[in-house]
C-alpha cells in the first residue's frame, strides 16, 4: 500500500504507513528499504544508511540494498 500511495505522489501518506507498519512489526526488512528508499529520494542519507542496514539485518537481499 505504501508504494501505491509513492505511485500517486503521496509521500506523506505512504511514509505514516511505514512508520505504522514499523511500530506494529519493527524487523519488517520490506518497511525498512522503501523507508529507506523514502530517505535516499529526499537526501536524508543518515536516515536512509540506519533504515538500509536494517532490511540487511532482518533479511532484506544484500545485493538490492547495495544497489540503492
Known amino acids: 500500500r505504501a508504494q501505491a500511495h509513492l505511485d500517486r505522489g503521496e509521500a506523506q501518506q505512504a511514509l505514516d504507513l511505514l512508520k505504522s507498519a514499523l511500530k506494529e ?3 519488517d ?3 525498512r528499504f522503501m523507508l529507506g528508499r523514502m530517505y535516499m529520494m529526499a537526501q536524508q542519507g543518515p536516515s536512509a544508511e540506519k ?3 536494517a532490511a540487511l539485518a ?5 545485493e ?5
Open 25 to 27: 512489526n519493527p524487523r
Open 29 to 31: 526488512a520490506d518497511a
Open 51 to 53: 533504515e538500509f542496514r
Open 58 to 62: 532482518n533479511g532484506r537481499d544484500t
Open 64 to 68: 538490492e540494498v547495495r544497489n540503492q
